[in-house]
T-cell receptor
Framework: GPKVLQIPSHQIIDMGQMVTLNCDPV?????FYWYKQILGQQMEFLVN????????KSKLFKDQFSVERPDGSYFTLKIQPTALEDSAVYFC?????????????FGHGTKLSVL | KTQVEQSPQSLVVRQGENCVLQCNYSVTPDNHLRWFKQDTGKGLVSLTV?????DKTSNGRYSATLDKDAKHSTLHITATLLDDTATYICVVGDRGSALGRLHFGAGTQLIVIP
């Protein structure tokens, strides 16, 4: 079936550095999402993205966070600078044009460890 | 406050037994509810989606119910297998559009033993 790929699967960086998490969504999908899961807690919505714009974001989506998808390449989440509390697994998801939220595909997640 | 509560937190069953997982939520509006299976260190695999006011779905050994009046859902797994060991997550979508938010439960950790 359709797959959302996330690269890398694990990233370790020092606090204060910049990090970019990459997501290769399902081809022909137009809606993209990032969710954050801290170890032992439930997954929480960060942001959704459509037509080159952030449509909605939660309070977890701090000013240090940004997303983009330049020219149909990876959908990225950039954190600059990183903080210790950014350590979590970040899940990317995508859904097709005009589809309801039910038709959503998730990646396997990128585990971010901030030291 | 957590809007999606799952019970039990963890569950151990013997291979071949049946089990039932519960999900109660307070999300409003509640457009749809989905059950995911998450293997350790892996992504989410969708098991079923429930949409109607009172809905039932069946997908192989998985069956689920939804009662939007009670804001309650159950996931039944019959004749469990060792590979069913995973975390099962209840997710409520607050809109039918692609821009709706998903509200996740903390999951029920199911362990199937021989």
């Amino acid at each position: 079936g359709p797959k959302v790929l996330q690269i890398p699967s694990h990233q370790i960086i020092d606090m204060g550095q910049m990090v970019t998490l990459n997501c290769d969504p399902v081809s022909n999908h137009l809606y993209f999402y990032w969710y954050k899961q801290i170890l032992g807690q439930q997954m929480e919505f960060l942001v959704n993205f459509y037509n080159g714009k952030v449509m909605e974001k939660s309070k977890l989506f701090k000013d240090q966070f940004s997303v983009e998808r330049p020219d149909g390449s990876y959908f990225t989440l950039k954190i600059q600078p990183t903080a210790l509390e950014d350590s979590a697994v970040y899940f990317c998801a995508s859904s097709p044009q005009g589809a309801s939220n039910e038709r959503l595909f998730f990646g396997h997640g990128t585990k971010l460890s901030v030291l | 406050k957590t809007q999606v509560e799952q019970s039990p937190q963890s569950l151990v069953v013997r291979q071949g037994e049946n089990c039932v997982l519960q999900c109660n939520y307070s999300v409003t509006p509640d457009n749809h509810l989905r059950w995911f299976k998450q293997d350790t260190g892996k992504g989410l695999v969708s098991l079923t989606v429930l949409v109607d006011q009172k809905d039932k779905t069946s997908n192989g050994r998985y069956s689920a119910t939804l009662d939007k009046d009670a804001k309650h859902s159950t996931l039944h797994i019959t004749a469990t297998l060792l590979d069913d060991t995973a975390t099962y997550i209840c997710v409520v979508g607050d809109r039918g559009s692609a821009l709706g938010r998903l509200h996740f439960g903390a999951g029920t950790q199911l362990i199937v033993i021989p």
